[in-house]
């Protein structure tokens, strides 16, 4: 069974940044793709970030890229999310997902993901 863990959100002033990290465990990881989506109060669960394990690959949603950075750290089984210039915008429940079989066309979808971390808060205040 696949677990994820976050860690890493909180309060920051806007302009401000938090590292997020989702630490996995339960399965072999080398060829999983990685993802961060978020979840504001009232709307749907949206992509941000996600990686490939295998190859490094990166995706971002368009109002991150340039301040966001997804990283992995294959020893550790961890994804990592530096997030800069962080904007009242950004504050939502920010969740890590994983799956083994992730087409590229369906890389920023949350239904093509099978495993779901808890979630964990980032508020940015103005």
């Known amino acids: 069974q696949v677990q994820l863990v976050e860690s890493g959100g909180g309060l920051v002033q806007a302009g401000g940044s938090l590292r997020l990290s989702c630490a996995a465990s339960?399965?072999?990881?080398?060829?999983?793709?990685m993802g961060w989506f978020r979840q504001a109060p009232g709307k749907e669960r949206d992509f941000v970030a996600a990686?490939?394990?295998?190859?490094?690959?990166?995706y971002y949603e368009d109002s991150v890229k340039g301040r966001f950075t997804i990283s992995r750290d294959n020893a550790k089984d961890t994804v990592n999310l530096q997030m800069n210039s962080l904007k009242p915008e950004d504050t939502a429940v920010y969740y890590c997902?994983?799956?083994?079989?992730?087409?590229?066309?369906?890389?920023?979808?949350?239904?093509?993901?099978?495993?779901w971390g808890q979630g964990t808060q980032v508020t940015v205040s103005s």
């Open positions: 339960g399965r072999t990881f080398s060829r999983y793709a």
């Open positions: 990686i490939r394990l295998s190859s490094g690959s990166t």
């Open positions: 997902a994983a799956d083994s079989v992730v087409r590229s066309t369906q890389i920023r979808n949350p239904h093509a993901y099978d495993n």
